[in-house]
Structure formats: structure tokens, C-alpha cells
């Protein structure tokens, strides 16, 4: 997983752009070959379940739920996501 995320405070809120990549690898998979050229070969893969960039604005005291469902990959997994925004305060 990567995500890399730029904030910025804006008042009581928080301007946050993400780009978020979801990936995992996918091994043991036979590759198809031609008839006659030898064995069959296990490739190493990666698949991305998620890309993702955003700008989200989120209000003080919030955060923010992303859910993929799967469905577009075909690979059946439910990604979920929570960002939860927090804006210290400076120390006196």
C-alpha cells in the first residue's frame, strides 16, 4: 500500500489531497504459452485493487471513509479506508 498525503489547514477545516495505490502480488498464476515451447511458467505479478487521487475537504472533528467494492477488478475484495483528520493545536 502507498498513500501520500498533502494537508492544509484552512480555519476549522483541512484541505487534504491523497493519492492512495492499493496493490498486492500475484503469484502462482501459468502463464499461457504456445504449444510445444516447454513448460508452463509460474509468473510473479503485482495487481492494483485501488488507485486513487483526491482532494477532500474535511471539517474539524471529522474524518473521511473510502470503500471500494471490488467489482471493476472482478477479484471479489472489499478495500476500505478511514482518514481521520486531526488538527493540534500549537503549544504555549
Known amino acids: 500500500m502507498i498513500m501520500d498525503f498533502s494537508p492544509?489547514?484552512?480555519g476549522d477545516s483541512i484541505n487534504l489531497t491523497t493519492i492512495t495505490i492499493v496493490s498486492e502480488v500475484a503469484t502462482n498464476e501459468v502463464a499461457a504459452i504456445p504449444e510445444g515451447s516447454g513448460p508452463p511458467t509460474n509468473l510473479v505479478s503485482i495487481r492494483t485493487n485501488l488507485a486513487l487521487a483526491a482532494k477532500f475537504h474535511i471539517p474539524k472533528g471529522s474524518g473521511l471513509f473510502m470503500l471500494n467494492n471490488g467489482r471493476q477488478a472482478n477479484?471479489?475484495?472489499t478495500i476500505g479506508i478511514l482518514i481521520s483528520a486531526t488538527q493540534l493545536q500549537p503549544k504555549k
Open 75 to 77: 477479484t471479489g475484495k
Open 8 to 10: 492544509r489547514v484552512r
